[in-house]
């Protein structure tokens, strides 16, 4: 396995581990075999160990979550891709529902349907048929 050169007392010796099995080692020592036993020592860690107290639970106040009342303001409906407006089905004013069809928009050599995603009035539509549109670019804002 291992071959280790020592000097004891002004005395050379050449040692080659050979084995362990359990608390006994194989060596040869000058050419000679012994089977020396080996004794552990306890290895004291200098790292403390860290006990943290466990933190409170929650009360069941502190555990809901609070409601914001929820704002009616103008939701921006974007371009989910840069192509071209090919149709625009609502005008300012109108009311639509979520889900509704907008308009139909020409991305990447295919018709998308871009729809409303709350229902409300339709405050501006930005676009016309034949506009080209860039990605994320405003179409239509309801509120």
């Known amino acids: 396995m291992k071959k280790f050169n020592f000097v004891i ?3 050379a010796y050449e040692v080659e581990v050979l084995g362990f099995e359990e608390n006994i080692a194989k060596m040869e ?3 000679t075999l012994y089977n020396v036993e080996v004794q552990k020592e306890l290895k004291i ?5 860290l ?3 466990e933190p409170p639970k929650p009360t069941r106040k502190e555990s809901k979550i609070p409601r914001t009342p929820t704002q009616t303001t103008n939701m921006a409906i974007k371009a989910p891709l840069p192509g071209t407006i090919i149709t625009v089905l609502v005008q300012p004013g109108e ?3 979520m889900g509704q069809k907008l308009l139909t928009m020409e ?3 295919m018709e998308n349907n871009v729809l409303s995603e709350k229902d409300g009035v339709v405050r501006v539509v930005l676009v016309k048929p034949g506009q080209t549109v860039a990605q994320n670019d405003v179409l239509v804002e309801i509120e």
């Not at 860690?45 to 160990?49: A, F, G, I, L, N």
């Open 107 to 109: 991305a990447m050599k």
């Open 45 to 49: 860690s200098k790292t403390p160990t």
């Open 51 to 53: 006990v943290r107290a």
């Open 9 to 11: 007392n002004g005395n």
């Open 95 to 97: 009311k639509v529902s």
């Open 29 to 31: 020592v000058n050419g």
